[in-house]
């Protein structure tokens, strides 16, 4: 089908621009085709899906099939049959009438395969158009066929196998172009488009189309097409319209007398170029022949023929893709040299030069992905692979993308690349990273290799990715190691890598690196070690994961340098004994103090509380007063001793309180601390009248502190005392407001004292009050009682009339079960209560 000895062959015939996905490929026939160009040139083309029929400016007619081969069929053993250029071929929809004419005035119908239906008229004018009716060989269709001249005539072959000829409408001018689709014929004039009815025989409207801006609208060869049954598509000049065909409103048909249906234009736009074909594609999108306005500006000559894929709207397009055609002879030919037929369920498109023919067809799935792959837009190519298959498998051409990444040093992309397409396939990672190892680039690959049991690869994959780290990234190889479970590789191996690489400048991180390994090795000695070297908080960790407790007695100095906190924690957990803690921690005070001041928090042994005093004393003195005054495990003595020495003289004032040397502290309240509310306070707090006088002798020569005593005493001593002291003639300053203050406040509390008394005897009568009124009232006897003798219900029904004894303790009795034996007037149920008795009634 291609012409590989043709410098213009297929991989010619089109120039796309090289970023826009084509969506057609190109094919120029070439086999017989050849010998008929080499002394003919085509005039016109009509394309079915069994052959091509080409008419030529010699008037010949030849039939070929899709690759461009001679069909030996009566029409190519016939002579020329017509003398003038053929204008326009019409084949029937079932391939077997060929109806042609041309500027000689004849129209010829020609069988296939008989010559039964053929027929030859001659018009003597000059014919451009001639359709024939799709169904022409369906029985009973009457062989219709249309031409047209100045006028729309239709033909069909009468009873007598003669032709009746009907005028459908008259023309403005030449009728050029008919395009015939079931019940409805588009047809051009000189001035526009008509669509005509067949089945209500009439015309359904004229779009009147617009002059061009240079020549004339007769000057342009008008193109139609029929994409569905009511879809029309016009291109004219430089203008395309699309326009549908729809049912009339049944109301507006009815009362106005109108046809059923009319022509609806719903989309018109204007191109960059002048139109010699149109045909449909998808939905909303057309394939348009296109002839360019300018010319060439070195030559003036014509440029190349451009085929347009367009997506329209209302009154816009959008160009998807134009492909330049490197047709034969191009530079000579004008507009209507070109042509444009197509097969639209193949979507297959023809397109026609007076010496070339190339077929375009959709780009199928492999088409695409192939483009895609050769103008490195494998993503795309993947997509189209992932949706529509395919002979490409998404593998192919993962890897030609992997490939390709590598080469252009997106490393990191193409590492994302293999997790998404490989997944889980522990195959194709294994092939494939060894290209990563020849660009030194496992690092990239390292986030993204797999390290689950589902996919675990060979260990020395992962060992060559920590080779890499090791030698170009330390920092990178402690992560690694870190993240990867030691499963995935040989750790002793690795280990042995470590110590060959050892350097010092990275030596904190290959012993971090180290730890992490012989941890996994479970040699947690030199892990502890290396930890501890590196002063490294995840040793903790350690620690507290694999109970090393037993390793780190003679270290417990070193963690709590290293972190006082979570060491202190770890130690509190009883799993090394506070003894031996405390004994790591004589020579560190500090260190002994935070221990034991957290020990003291979680744990209610006292044990060490005796070391606490002088450790809170020299470190927290703020605490030693609250300690003291919670614990009873610490001698007093030696607290006191250490206290006064450090001159602590609340805690002092306390420990004397403890040893009951009271008069002693009241003295350091006084004269150490000078805080009277306290000695006020204290005294209140033992109520001894020895430290009242101490604290009044005391105050006797300080006016100051006598206003306060004479402001805080009553209810505690008695006044007098206080100020039978004062001497005549002292100056007190506000001594008469505390005087008064001090009797009001004596004067106060008796009379509550007097209130409250009132207060309880009214209360003791109104009690007693209630409690008479409550045992006089009446007492409700229920079937529900039982009596506290028999245990029977209280109330019987028997002609004995029994009588109930009933108590205010709501006890219940039948009067038998109490005669000559018990009290009437005490409840033997409470009396043995009271008299502690064991038996029951």
């Known amino acids: 089908m291609v012409d590989s000895h043709d410098p213009e062959s297929a991989e010619s015939c089109s120039l796309t621009e090289d970023d826009v996905e084509p969506k057609l490929k190109y094919v120029r026939l070439s086999n017989d085709i050849k010998n008929i160009l080499s002394e003919e040139a085509i005039s016109c083309i009509a394309v079915h899906p069994r052959f091509l029929c080409l008419g030529t400016h010699w008037g010949r007619i030849h039939m070929l099939d899709h690759q461009g081969n001679c069909v030996h069929t009566v029409i190519n053993r016939k002579e020329n049959a017509h003398i003038l250029s053929v204008n326009k071929i019409s084949v029937d929809s079932r391939g077997e009438q060929i109806a042609t004419c041309s500027d000689d005035g004849k129209v010829i119908i020609s069988g296939l395969y008989t010559d039964e239906n053929n027929q030859v008229l001659s018009t003597g004018k000059i014919i451009k158009a001639v359709e024939l009716d799709p ?241 490195g837009k494998f993503e795309q190519a993947m997509d189209v692979i992932a949706t529509h298959g395919g002979k490409y498998s998404l593998i192919t051409v993962a890897r030609l993308y992997l490939d390709h990444l590598l080469s252009v040093q997106q490393f990191d992309e193409a590492a994302r690349l293999c997790q998404r397409v490989f997944g889980t396939d522990k195959q194709l990672w294994e092939e494939e990273v060894y290209k990563f190892v020849k660009v030194k680039q496992l690092r990239s690959v390292s986030s993204y290799i797999p390290i689950t049991d589902a996919c675990k690869l060979n260990p020395h994959v992962y060992e060559m990715v920590l080779y890499e780290y090791l030698q170009l990234d330390p920092s990178g190889f402690l992560q690694l190691v870190k993240e990867w479970p030691p499963r995935l590789y040989n750790t002793k191996a690795v280990i042995n890598a470590v110590n060959d690489h050892f350097n010092k400048k990275d030596a904190n991180i290959l012993l971090e690196a180290l730890a992490i390994l012989y941890t996994h090795e479970k040699e947690f000695d030199r892990a502890l070690t290396m930890y501890l070297k590196l002063q490294h908080k995840d040793v903790f960790e350690l620690i507290t994961t694999y109970e090393l407790y037993s390793m780190v007695k003679d270290c417990i ?81 030696e607290a006191y001793d250490i206290c006064q020495g450090l001159k602590f003289y609340p805690e002092m004032v306390y420990l004397l309180d403890k040893m009951g040397s009271t008069r002693e502290a009241l003295t350091i309240i006084m004269h150490n601390l000078q805080d009277v509310p306290m000695a006020i306070d204290f005294c209140k707090e033992h109520d001894d009248m020895d430290l009242w006088n101490d604290l009044i002798n005391e105050s006797v020569d300080k006016p100051h502190v006598m206003t306060k005593l004479l402001n805080s005493i009553a209810g505690f001593i008695n006044p007098e005392l206080l100020v039978d002291k004062i001497k005549p003639g002292q100056d007190i300053e506000g001594l008469k407001e505390s005087i008064i203050k001090m009797l009001c406040g004596y004067s106060l509390q008796v009379s509550i004292q007097e209130g409250c008394n009132q207060i309880l005897g009214a209360d003791y009568f109104d009690m007693h009050e209630h409690i008479v009124r409550v045992q006089q009232g009446a007492l409700c006897v229920t079937p529900d009682h039982v009596c506290g003798v028999c245990r029977r219900d209280i109330i019987v029904k028997d002609s004995m009339k029994t009588d109930i004894v009933m108590f205010n303790c709501r006890h219940y009795f039948h009067e038998p079960c109490l005669l000559d034996k018990y009290n009437l007037d005490i409840c033997i149920v409470c009396n043995t209560k009271k008299l502690g008795s064991t038996g029951t009634f």
């Open 135 to 375: 169904n022409h060989n369906r029985s009973g269709s009457g062989k219709r066929f249309i031409i047209g001249d100045n006028k729309l005539v239709m033909y069909e072959k009468t009873f007598l196998k003669g032709l009746k000829s009907t005028i459908l409408s008259d023309s403005e001018g030449q009728v050029t172009a008919i395009k015939w689709n079931g019940q409805f014929v588009a047809w051009s004039s000189s001035l526009g488009i008509h669509v005509y009815d067949l089945n209500e025989k009439c015309s359904l409207g004229f779009i009147q189309w617009e002059e061009p801006k240079e020549g004339k609208l007769t000057d342009y060869r008008c193109n139609l097409n029929w994409s569905n049954a009511t879809t029309l598509l016009i291109g004219w000049v430089d203008t395309v319209r699309i326009c549908v065909i729809r049912k009339r409103n049944a109301v507006e048909v009815s009362t106005r007398n109108l046809p059923v249906h009319i022509v609806d234009p719903m989309s018109t736009f204007q191109t960059d170029f002048f139109i010699c074909g149109i045909a449909p594609l998808e939905t909303n999108q057309l394939v348009v022949l296109g002839y360019a306005k300018e010319r060439d500006s070195e030559t003036n000559k014509a440029l190349r023929p451009i085929l347009c894929v367009l997506q329209y709207n209302a009154s816009d397009y959008i160009e998807i893709c134009t492909d330049s055609l490197s047709m034969r002879g191009y530079e000579e030919y004008k507009c209507d040299d070109y042509h444009l037929d197509c097969l639209i369920d193949e979507n297959q498109y023809f397109i026609v030069s007076p010496k070339d023919v190339v077929v375009a067809n959709l780009y199928e799935t492999d088409d695409r992905v192939q483009w895609l792959i050769e103008h």
């Open 557 to 637: 100095v070193q963690l709590i340098e290293l972190d006082s906190e979570r060491a202190i924690a770890m130690l509190l957990k009883d799993k090394i004994p506070a003894e031996d803690v405390v004994r790591e921690l004589e020579h560190c005070e500090q260190y002994l103090y935070r221990y034991l001041d957290a020990y003291d928090k979680v744990t209610s042994n006292e044990k060490f509380h005796w070391r606490l005093v002088n450790l809170y004393a020299r470190y927290e003195p703020e605490k030693l007063l609250s300690f003291l005054k919670r614990s009873n495990s610490y001698p007093i003595q």
